[in-house]
């Protein structure tokens, strides 16, 4: 009898000592930022997630400036957020590849709160069919033009806090960023890279008061996905359907609560939320409650990520199969 009320206590208690020690040791500690009258600079302004973004950030009262190549879907953008919102935001014209460019734009814009590093390039293509050109152009527009743009950014960024209060510096990964799939070698390692990225600045910027976010959407409905999928490899499509796709606006929603909360890691869909706790890591966690469901889910998780393993390379054997009964089929 003892024993079994000895066994019960232990059942709530042991979870409750484990839930303490986590609310002791997370870090770094919670935090809120605030948008109203602030100033938020977002590359890829211009199209998809980023305009939705943008949209978001101006209809909740913030100071916006977008940031793209195109001057013409920029004055485009610019017009929509008017039309809607009453508010017109700052345009600016400029490649990410290119530093001097970047650091015109970021010096003419002013002090910055929040920065969104949300440009992308996609191209879903097996590699031995990619061209090293296209390969090289992934990872220098998503991974080497993040680069640009904080070190553009971040002197400022940094000045302005002690005035300013907390600042934001969010990076727009990919679920392709947090496992890799077929047919974006190139795009997943300039994605996985924002991720090493992201956990190196977090440590150097967190006693300037600047939190670093990393989001992880799964395929969104955008201009950019419109193109991709006019090509993109069968299996591409079959493995990136594990996971529901969004619209920019339910994406840019899920990005700007996470950012204003702090988050490192934010996901985006119920796929999205699995994918971050098994793929938690060594990645920062504010939350003394999502610690908590990532220890005590952590070996679960890691099934449940097999069994996808086990589905994609079914997907992969059955597709081989069918190609080469077609290729064995008599003329
Ligand atoms: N849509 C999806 O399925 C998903 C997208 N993502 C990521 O979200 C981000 C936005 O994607 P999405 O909205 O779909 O993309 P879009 O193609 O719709 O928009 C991309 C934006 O980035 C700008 N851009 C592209 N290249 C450069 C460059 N070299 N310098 C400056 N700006 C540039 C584009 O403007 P311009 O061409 O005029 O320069 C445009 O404003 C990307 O980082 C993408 O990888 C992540 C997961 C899923
Ligand atoms: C353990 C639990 C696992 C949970 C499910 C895993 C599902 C993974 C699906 C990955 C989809 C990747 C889409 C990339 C979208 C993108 O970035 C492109 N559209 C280019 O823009």
Known sequence: MADSNLFYISLVLLPLILLFLLFLITR?????????????????????????????????????????????????????????????????????????????????????????????????????EQKLEEVRFIIDVNLMGSFNMIKAALPGMKRSRKDRGPGSIALMSSQAGQVGIYGYTAYSASKFGLRGLAEALQQEVIGDNIHVSLVFPPDTETPGLTEENKRKPQLTSIIAASSGAMKADEVAKKALDGIKSGSFTIPCNSEGILLAIATAGLSPQRSYLMAFVEVVAAGILRIAALCFQWNWYGSIEK?????NRKHQMPP
């Open 28 to 128: 770094p500690r919670p935090i809120q930022i605030p948008i109203k009258k602030r100033h938020i600079f977002i590359t890829g302004g211009s199209s998809g997630i980023g305009l939705a973004l943008a949209h978001r950030a101006a209809s909740e009262g913030a100071r916006v400036s977008i940031l793209s190549r195109s001057i013409d879907k920029l004055e485009e953008a610019k017009n929509a957020i008017r039309q809607s919102t009453g508010i017109d935001v700052a345009i600016f014209a400029a490649d990410v590849r290119d530093f001097e460019a970047v650091q015109r734009a970021v010096d003419e814009a002013g002090p910055i709160d929040f920065l969104v590093v949300n440009q992308g390039v996609f191209v879903a293509q097996e590699l031995e």
């Open 319 to 323: 597709w081989h199969m069918q190609k």
